[in-house]
């Protein structure tokens, strides 16, 4: 017996009319499906907060719908309205055509496990420190938590507003170079009702900060390197270059805050940094200095703690 395989490629529906997708789709589940298939279609890359065209999908439905992430299953048959209908095929289309990266589209992101408000003035949060934070930093303070905090080059604000809602005993501050990202950061502030503990300062790395000490600084700045910059798929170049490359290796900044760092931090105090995959580059430039690489559950590299002490002990290779 022979099969006859067909062979019909999949298109895109997308240029469908609107109001041909809206009489075809009417529940939840219809449009999972939908966005699914045509994400797979559009090849698209996923790299800020989801990693399929499946996950995509789903944080694209239910932010439209506005619905949380561990919503009943039961809504997945509900029939929705054709407004919510019109809303989801909107933003797929404009995820799909814009290669915009999907929390821009909906305005918020998650991080640490709390809503953020972002938009294309700051990064997108996704950085792995966002496990210590949910951990309060009991690794290096395992007694009681830091009394003062700087979240350096925070953009959104999000790890620095994670941090003080996790420890209602701190002070943070939130320091930018940016005055885009500090409004941005202003705004969650007030989101989270945290004004009390959080104050957004305008600071060039340090120069702006003269004269404070803090118990732990977190930084996840600008690492990228040139090479990384310039191959990087087109959803990133919807977030602002300033945030992103740092020089050839990458380092420029990070020199800065090593070199820094020390007269910002108390003697007991920590510095943790994230550099992502140029983490090559921190080893090559300072290899006589023994960094503590952090690991973590849900993945993510190239984040370094360092002691006052060792800052200290390797104050030479910094300067």
């Known amino acids: 017996m022979t099969t006859h395989l067909n062979n019909e490629t999949s298109h895109s529906t997308l240029s469908l009319p609107e109001p041909a997708l809206v009489s075809e789709l009417f529940t939840l589940r219809d449009y999972l499906r939908w966005v699914s298939s045509e994400f797979y279609l559009a090849g698209l890359h996923y ?16 932010g439209a719908l506005h619905l949380p992430w561990n919503v009943d299953p039961a809504v997945l048959d509900a029939r929705l309205l054709p407004v919510e209908r019109e809303r989801i095929i909107r ?23 709390f809503p953020f408000s972002v938009d ?24 009681e938590p830091p009394a003062r905090v700087l979240d350096l080059c925070t953009g ?33 502030i007030t989101r989270h ?43 990133f ?26 007269q910002h931090l108390t003697d007991e105090g920590w510095l943790i940094v994230e550099v992502g995959n140029s983490d090559r580059h921190v080893e090559a430039a300072f290899p006589e200095v023994s960094f503590m690489w952090l690991e973590f559950e849900r993945g993510g590299q190239g984040v370094f703690a360092l002691s006052a002490a060792e800052l200290d002990a390797h104050a030479a290779s910094f300067a």
């Open 47 to 62: 790299g800020h907060g989801t990693e399929s065209p499946w996950d995509e999908a789903v944080a694209l439905c239910l």
């Open 91 to 113: 933003l797929a289309r404009e995820r799909v055509t814009t290669r915009r990266p999907l929390p821009y589209l909906l305005g918020e992101a998650f991080f640490a496990g």
């Open 120 to 143: 294309e003035r700051v990064l997108i949060p996704r950085s792995p420190i966002a496990e210590l934070i949910e951990d309060g930093f009991a690794a290096w303070f395992p007694e």
């Open 156 to 188: 959104s604000g999000c790890i620095g507003i994670a941090t003080a809602l996790v420890l209602p005993t701190c002070d943070v501050a939130l320091a930018d170079i940016s005055q885009d990202a500090l409004a941005v950061a202003r705004e969650n």
């Open 193 to 235: 009702d945290v004004g009390d503990r959080v104050r957004a300062v305008e600071s060039d790395v340090f120069n702006g900060l003269e004269g404070q000490r803090f118990d732990l600084i977190v930084s996840n700045p600008p690492y990228v390197d040139e090479r990384d910059l310039a191959t990087m798929p087109a959803e």
């Open 237 to 262: 170049r919807h977030e602002p270059a300033l945030a992103l490359g740092s020089g050839r290796d990458g380092l420029d900044i990070v020199r800065r805050i090593l070199r820094e760092a020390r």
